[in-house]
């Protein structure tokens, strides 16, 4: 990879519409088996990670939204030091870049809640897919969100043929509100419409992420009324096991439960897969991307090497 700049055409054309392409600098990366890390440094002393990916058939790019994220999910590395800022577009649509020529998909699944940036997130997928930008494909990209209603509202009048996937997590108001305490304004059963409803209003499908975890949202009448509220509508779910981040201490789900839970969704005519996420070995996946640096001039050896001994 060679995180090179944007191209210049890139940048001016960029440039003209209000959008800066030259802010992002690498600061660190980390290799895994199939997927590589790398530690972007921003013109503030803030820093995020982006992860790409190695698939049979391209690669993928996991790329940040924000610095931090205020929605504090109790099983996420991204969330627990709180959300220090949006990034910009070009912030956003640099780390695709930098990442690399190969990249053929494009998941807003790093640091940060995408929807509670929606402007620039939008802005950037815009870039990413104008034929004057970089032509990407709209349908290689996919938002993932914890499911914001009132900007899955907004969302679903948009023209954009992207896929959406909604981390649920929950089939009960009081479980969710435990998992994802800053969704707690959020009424479970509004999440799912409003997300069935862009499904609808654009012809597609969503996916319904489910990280199991033992004893909290795993039981047999769980996966009896997540089937109820998806059998018979546009959706799929997509179940996970929980990625280890340190300081957290949670159980990870044994496969018999998982497996359990996926027949009892197929029986009821929802598709359910198990889904392992790529970029444990280096905490590159799911869940596991911190929040580095600070305000102020800390792109160095030794802001790395705090938040180092902060893992
Ligand atoms: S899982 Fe997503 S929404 Fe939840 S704290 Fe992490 S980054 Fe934020």
């Not at 803030?46 to 109790?74: K, P």
Request: aromatic letters at 4%; charged letters at 25%; a positive charge.
């Amino acid at each position: 990879m060679s995180h090179a700049d944007p191209p210049r055409r890139l940048q001016r054309w960029a440039a003209a519409r209000g959008v800066r392409l030259r802010g992002l600098r690498p600061i660190a990366r980390e290799r895994g088996s199939r997927s590589e890390k790398v530690l972007f440094g921003l013109d503030d002393g803030y820093a995020v990670e982006a992860v790409l990916i190695r698939r049979v058939d391209g690669h993928t790019a996991c790329v940040s939204s924000q610095v931090g994220c205020a929605f504090a999910c109790r099983f996420c590395a991204s969330g627990r030091a709180g959300m220090k800022r949006n990034l910009a577009a070009g912030e956003i649509v640099e780390q695709v870049v930098r990442l690399g020529p190969r990249v053929n998909r494009i998941v807003f699944m790093g640091m940060g809640e995408p929807l509670n940036n929606y402007d620039a997130v939008l802005a950037a997928i815009r870039i990413l897919r104008d034929r004057r930008g970089l032509d990407f494909p709209t349908t290689g990209i996919t938002v993932s969100t914890i499911g914001i209603p009132k900007a899955l509202a907004r969302l679903r009048e948009e023209h954009l043929a992207i896929n959406l996937t909604v981390s649920l997590h929950a089939t009960t108001q009081a479980v969710r509100d435990h998992l994802i305490p800053g969704a707690r304004r959020h009424d479970l059963g509004e999440v799912v419409d409003r997300a069935l409803s862009w499904a609808m209003r654009h012809n597609r499908v969503v996916t319904f992420v489910y990280l199991l975890l033992p004893g909290l949202n795993d039981s047999p009448a769980d996966a009896d009324r997540l089937a109820r509220m998806l059998a018979g509508r546009p959706a799929r779910v997509n179940l996970m096991r929980w990625n280890p981040v340190a300081g957290i201490a949670l159980p990870r789900t044994p496969d018999g439960s998982l497996a359990l839970f996926r027949g009892r969704l197929s029986r009821a005519g929802v598709p359910a897969v198990v889904r392992d996420t790529q970029g444990r070995d280096i905490e590159a996946a799911c869940g596991q991307l911190w929040l580095r640096g600070g305000p102020g001039p800390r792109h160095d050896q030794a802001a790395l090497r705090d938040a180092e001994t902060r893992r």
